[in-house]
Structures are given as structure tokens and as C-alpha cells.
């Protein structure tokens, strides 16, 4: 007789609000809400908790997929898709600007666009979306032959290769610059790092899935993540901010990516306990759902910009720079909500592979069919 394997259950709202203060951090990070090392600490852990979240949302989901073709299938259409469509929508716009400017000005940004920004590869932000698809189908397709006490070795791999492609390299998974120029070997570079790409956020997402199975054994005694939380938040704030300022090594790479990255995780298990903690803010818990929309419109399509200038400019007269950042967090706010109930048109679905839908629409459990 054939044992039934275990269904586990999860909760999405601590998971939610994880990617929610995420993508709040990362938007900060880019307006330059938060400035010296209050900064620096945001750009360190805002795309490893971005991934984390991923990893866990993932998990959630674990047990609605059973085949190899439907594991390609799914998160084809749900990172792909997007990457096409607004990969599109911005070459559209700098091809009429190419095409109503006389001076070849346009025409050269359009083909830094094609060949740059627009391929796997580039200084846009979609470069996140083909890496997501390879590196979330990678450990998928992993864990479908490997069982979860395996998991462990699994990151201690991916941590060690990521320290060594740093100290061989001193390569970031967040800003790599590669002047390939415009050629057959520029975009194969562009494509390969893709995959050195994947293999960091591989990384985060399956630390992010250790996360949610580690604070799930003491979910009936939630109070208990708040001892450890507060502590491992401050120490990754340290770490990150020392490493920022005085003892930063610019000859050691590999002995500073790995502080960084023990800073990185310290903070980001410290927040992550408090968010199991707290369990849901629904604000931030609505940004975390919607977190695909503020990324796409906001730091792709230039709606971060427009936002930050339009608070700028209305709200200059401020003295009190105070006053003036908490002008902006209503402009900015304000602003997603908009672009979110825009792309939440069903019309529209299909610029975001409807990621919501997909993401909402589970019985969260995993671990095989009930």
C-alpha cells in the first residue's frame, strides 16, 4: 500500500507582505528616498528579499504543478510573456522617436535599445524576467528528483559559485557591465550571463523557501520570531553598512561578497521573521500582490520618473525636506494604485502573463495532490 505523501500548508499573507516590503524598498532605493548608508542597506536587500519572495510564492505553489512541460509552460507565460510585451512597447517608442528625429541621435539610442538594453542582457530592468524564468525553473525541475534535506547543499553550491564568480571576476548580479558592443558575440556574452544571473537568484529563491519551511515548525508560537527578527535585522544593517564605509577592501573580493551576503541574509531572515510576526498590513500586503505591476510600470516604462518629478515640482516650495519626502510617498503612492487598477484591466492581462491571477488563484498548499 502506497504511503500519501504529506500536504503542507502555508499562509500567503506573511509572504505577501515580505514582497511588499520589497518592492517598497526597491522603490525607495530608486527615488532616493532614503539617502547615505539608510540606502546603501535598502539597495543591498531589496532585490534578495524580491527573490526570496519569489522563492517562497513558489513553494506556495509547489504541489499545483506536477509535469516537467507544465513547470516550462507556466513560468514561460508568466515571465516571458511580460519581458516580450514590454520589451516591445519599448522598442515601439524609440523607433518613433528614431523615426521623427533627423539628427541620428534617436536611431542610435534605438539600436543601444535592440542590442543592449532590449536582449537578455542590459541596463533595463526586464533583464529580471528571463533570469527569473531560468533560474525559478532551474530549481523546480532540481527539486522534483531531490528532497528538501537537500535543499541545504543545494544553496551552500550556489553561495560558494556566487562567491567565486565574484572573486574571479568581481562580477554583480544587480550591475554588470559588459562592453561587448553591438555584435553575434555581444549577444552571446549578454545570453551567458544570463545564466550567471540565475544561478545568484537560484540562490536567494531557494534560501527564501528555507525561510518559510524553517518559521512554519513554530507557527502556533509566532511571538517566539520576534526575538531572533529584531537582532538579525540590526547585525545585517551593520554588516551592510560597515562594508559601505570604513572596511570595505577593494583588493579582497571574495572576502567581501561574503560578508555581504551574510549581512544580505541576516537582514533579510530577521525581516522575514518579523513579517511571519506580524502576519498582514494591508497596504503593504496589496503592493506585495500587485508587485509585478509597480515593477513593470515604475522602473520600466519610466513611471517611477514621471511620479518623482511631478512631486518634485509641485511640492518645491517646501522647505522642510521632511515635508517634501512624505509629499512624494503620497505622490508615489498614489501613483502605483493608479497603475495598478490600470493593468488590472482583464484587457490588459496579457502584458503581465496575468501573474496576479496565477499567483492568487491556489489553494496554497504543497507537497502533492491532496
Known amino acids: 500500500m502506497s504511503k500519501k505523501k504529506k500536504v503542507m500548508r502555508y499562509k500567503a499573507e506573511p509572504v505577501f507582505l515580505y514582497l511588499g516590503l520589497a518592492i517598497?524598498?526597491?522603490?525607495?532605493?530608486?527615488?532616493?528616498?532614503?539617502?547615505?548608508?539608510?540606502?546603501?542597506?535598502?539597495?543591498?536587500?531589496?532585490?534578495?528579499?524580491?527573490f526570496m519572495s519569489v522563492g517562497a510564492l513558489s513553494l506556495l505553489h509547489e504541489g499545483k504543478v506536477t509535469s516537467?512541460?507544465?513547470?516550462?509552460?507556466?513560468?514561460?507565460?508568466?515571465?516571458?510573456?511580460?519581458?516580450?510585451?514590454?520589451?516591445?512597447?519599448?522598442?515601439?517608442?524609440?523607433?518613433?522617436?528614431?523615426?521623427?528625429?533627423?539628427?541620428?541621435?534617436?536611431?542610435?539610442?534605438?539600436?543601444?535599445?535592440?542590442?543592449?538594453?532590449?536582449?537578455?542582457?542590459?541596463?533595463?530592468?526586464l533583464w529580471i524576467l528571463p533570469v527569473l524564468f531560468?533560474?525559478?525553473?532551474?530549481?523546480?525541475?532540481?527539486?522534483?528528483?531531490?528532497?528538501?534535506?537537500?535543499?541545504?547543499?543545494?544553496?551552500a553550491c550556489l553561495m560558494l559559485t556566487v562567491a567565486l564568480v565574484y572573486h574571479t571576476g568581481n562580477i554583480s548580479f544587480t550591475n554588470v557591465v559588459v562592453d561587448s558592443g553591438i555584435s553575434a558575440r555581444g549577444v552571446m556574452v549578454r545570453i551567458?550571463?544570463?545564466?550567471?544571473?540565475?544561478?545568484?537568484?537560484?540562490?536567494?529563491?531557494?534560501?527564501?523557501?528555507?525561510?518559510?519551511?524553517?518559521?512554519?515548525?513554530?507557527?502556533?508560537?509566532?511571538?517566539?520570531?520576534l526575538l531572533p527578527g529584531i537582532p538579525l535585522v540590526v547585525a545585517g544593517a551593520f554588516v551592510i553598512a560597515l562594508l559601505a564605509g570604513p572596511f570595505y577592501w577593494p583588493n579582497i573580493y571574495f572576502l567581501n561578497i561574503w560578508a555581504l551576503v551574510t549581512g544580505v541574509?541576516?537582514?533579510?531572515?530577521?525581516?522575514?521573521?518579523?513579517?511571519?510576526?506580524?502576519?498582514?498590513?494591508?497596504?503593504i500586503n496589496y503592493f506585495g500582490e500587485n508587485a509585478h505591476y509597480i515593477y513593470l510600470t515604475f522602473l520600466d516604462l519610466g513611471g517611477l520618473q514621471l511620479a518623482k518629478l511631478a512631486g518634485e515640482e509641485v511640492f518645491s516650495l517646501?522647505?522642510?525636506?521632511?515635508?517634501?519626502?512624505?509629499?512624494?510617498?503620497?505622490?508615489?503612492?498614489?501613483?502605483?494604485?493608479i497603475w495598478i487598477k490600470i493593468l488590472g484591466i482583464p484587457a490588459l492581462s496579457f502584458l503581465t502573463g496575468d501573474m496576479k491571477k496565477k499567483m492568487m488563484n491556489s489553494d496554497l498548499s504543497c507537497g502533492g495532490k491532496k
Open 24 to 50: 517598497l524598498l526597491l522603490v525607495a532605493e530608486q527615488t532616493d528616498l532614503l539617502n547615505g548608508k539608510a540606502g546603501n542597506i535598502c539597495g543591498a536587500c531589496a532585490l534578495p528579499m524580491l
Open 68 to 125: 516537467e512541460k507544465e513547470i516550462i509552460k507556466r513560468n514561460a507565460r508568466l515571465f516571458l510573456g511580460s519581458y516580450f510585451w514590454f520589451s516591445l512597447i519599448n522598442g515601439a517608442v524609440a523607433a518613433v522617436r528614431a523615426i521623427a528625429d533627423t539628427s541620428g541621435y534617436c536611431r542610435s539610442l534605438l539600436l543601444k535599445l535592440l542590442f543592449s538594453t532590449g536582449t537578455f542582457f542590459g541596463h533595463s530592468v
Open 134 to 155: 531560468v533560474s525559478l525553473t532551474l530549481c523546480q525541475l532540481l527539486k522534483k528528483s531531490i528532497s528538501f534535506k537537500y535543499t541545504y547543499i543545494m544553496i
Open 192 to 225: 551567458a550571463m544570463l545564466f550567471v544571473r540565475s544561478v545568484f537568484v537560484a540562490f536567494f529563491m531557494l534560501t527564501g523557501e528555507v525561510f518559510v519551511m524553517t518559521t512554519e515548525r513554530v507557527k502556533s508560537h509566532r511571538e517566539r520570531l
Open 265 to 283: 541574509l541576516m537582514m533579510s531572515a530577521g525581516l522575514w521573521c518579523i513579517c511571519v510576526w506580524i502576519g498582514k498590513v494591508g497596504v
Open 318 to 337: 517646501m522647505d522642510n525636506s521632511f515635508a517634501s519626502k512624505a509629499a512624494l510617498v503620497i505622490v508615489l503612492t498614489a501613483a502605483e494604485l
